[in-house]
């Protein structure tokens, strides 16, 4: 994976940000198991960014809600890669909020946040 991400100048923001905690926790076989395998990956410069990996909330899942802030450093044209994709023919990907809106979600990330 090191070397896939180094080929594509991507960073994994994880261990800098929060180096060891696990992402996912789990039980196999009557033990509870943990993995750092959800990640933020950037190839961008970001200002002050935080990772904040809440371990207090049961949201339903063996994932672990993860919140990344960040300011974005932007920059020159000159130093843009001429690498960097298209959008008319890499779209991007929208997600399906609509089902924050169902049941108690809405109100349990108001009062979480």
């Known amino acids: 994976m090191a070397r896939w991400l180094a080929d594509r100048s991507l960073t994994v923001l994880n261990g800098p940000l929060a180096h060891g905690i696990p992402t996912w926790v ?23 960014p935080r990772l904040d990996i809440a371990s207090d909330l049961s949201l339903g899942s063996d994932h672990r809600l993860l919140t990344l802030s960040f300011s974005f450093a932007q920059s020159s044209a000159s130093e843009l890669s001429s690498d960097t994709p298209d959008t008319t023919t890499h779209p991007r990907r929208l997600w399906n909020l609509s089902r924050l809106e169902v049941g108690s979600t809405p109100s349990f990330f108001t009062s979480a946040y």
């Open 26 to 48: 789990g039980f196999r076989d009557d033990r509870e198991m943990s993995s750092i395998i959800d990640m933020f990956l950037t190839n961008a410069s970001l200002l002050s």
